[in-house]
């Protein structure tokens, strides 16, 4: 009763060329760029005015020392929010309505408070985000330092860019899976020449191989969660849907003032786990959760535990109705909750889901 991941796809299917990267110190580069020319900053919303350009076909957004800041298509969206208006109508606008209607609500329709702004000093002046005073920002170039010090270089070793329906091919701007904007990044690496053989998860019973496999995400502006998620699979497609996809687990972290503390804390140390863990205790995990019976006069209880009395019906139905025979075993409850996690269309509640289904492998 295997998923799949279709997080990867959507993020190939909307990157254009110069979003995409062939390797991740290309992908570092970048990032330390923008880092060494960006300056965050807290100052009042009343001290923010918008000011159309001389041609009035654009806008400048300018602080307290009175300089012009280019607002990005994120940033204009998250500074229209602060201003209270809606961002699509306001861009149907002229400039000077535009400027008039924001400043009014950033200067009287609102009350003093302050706002965090990422600036870009360059030759165009930028506004990268405009949040709440306390975001808590971790930068994309340590995200990516991170991985290249587990991982490599995303091309040349154990763990790389996936290949074609398991077989390795060469790595372009049309098949990569290493993504970087202005506003987000995000990450699908896997090592399939070191394939983990699971007893008893094919067809019939047979044994079947998997490799590992994980994502990586982060926003420096508040566009996007910092996380990872972890799984096996058995392969990805042309398009980037992960197929066959098997103890799926995430952490994410919102950018709340201890999100670095956090990522220094959770997500560093399970990059460090991962990139060092051997296949022996994933098999064993799965051989066990197999092998263990469940007690069929017990099974409501053991299922009320561990996913409260509300879904005991309808993990059992669902198990029913994909297998053919009740839930048996603890990797068949396994099995049901993920079932049951991938047809939720709420995240949060899909996530939850899964970690509990994952605790029964731990």
Not at 87 to 92: C, D, F, P, V, W
Request: charge should be negative.
């Amino acid at each position: 009763m295997s998923k799949i991941l279709t997080q990867a796809s959507t993020e190939w299917a909307k990157r254009p060329d110069d979003e995409r990267y062939l390797n991740l110190p290309d992908m570092e580069d970048r990032f330390l760029a923008v880092r060494a020319n960006s300056r965050a900053l807290v100052v009042p919303n009343r001290r923010l005015e918008v000011v159309p350009d001389e041609d009035h076909r654009g806008l400048s957004i300018r602080g307290p020392n009175g300089h012009g800041y280019r607002a990005t298509h994120w940033s204009f969206g998250q500074l229209a929010q602060l201003a209270g208006a809606p961002a699509g109508y306001l861009r149907k606008l002229p400039a000077e309505l535009v400027a008039d209607n924001m400043n009014y609500g950033l200067q009287v329709g609102r009350s003093v408070e302050e706002t965090g702004v990422l600036l870009t000093v360059q030759e165009d002046p930028v506004l990268r985000a405009a949040t709440g005073p306390n975001y808590g920002r971790v930068w994309n170039a340590d995200v990516v330092r991170q991985l290249i010090d587990r991982f490599g270089d995303g091309v040349t070793g154990d763990w790389r860019v996936p290949g074609e329906f398991g077989e390795a091919v060469e790595i372009t701007k049309r098949n990569t899976t290493l993504f970087a904007s202005d506003r987000d990044m995000f990450v699908f690496l896997a090592d399939e020449d070191n394939k983990i053989e699971v007893p008893g998860a094919g067809r019939n019973g047979e044994n079947d191989l998997f490799s590992r496999g994980f994502f990586v995400w982060n926003s420096e502006v508040g566009a996007a969660t910092l996380g990872i998620a972890t799984f096996l699979f058995r392969y990805a497609c042309c398009n980037r849907i992960v197929w066959g996809v098997e103890q799926h687990k995430e952490v994410r972290i919102r950018h709340t003032s201890g999100a670095p503390e956090r990522w220094m804390e959770q997500v560093v140390p399970a990059l460090e786990d991962y990139s060092r863990s051997s296949q022996a205790p994933v098999v064993q995990a799965i051989t066990d959760a197999r092998g263990k019976k469940l007690d069929a006069d017990k099974l409501d209880s053991f299922l009320a535990n561990r996913f409260g009395k509300s879904l005991v019906a309808n993990l059992k139905a669902t198990h029913l109705e994909e297998e053919g025979r009740p839930i048996e075993t603890v990797w068949d409850a396994v099995n049901a909750a993920t079932a049951i996690a991938r047809s939720n269309p709420h995240q949060d509640d899909r996530v939850a889901l899964e970690r509990q289904a994952g605790e029964l492998l731990n």
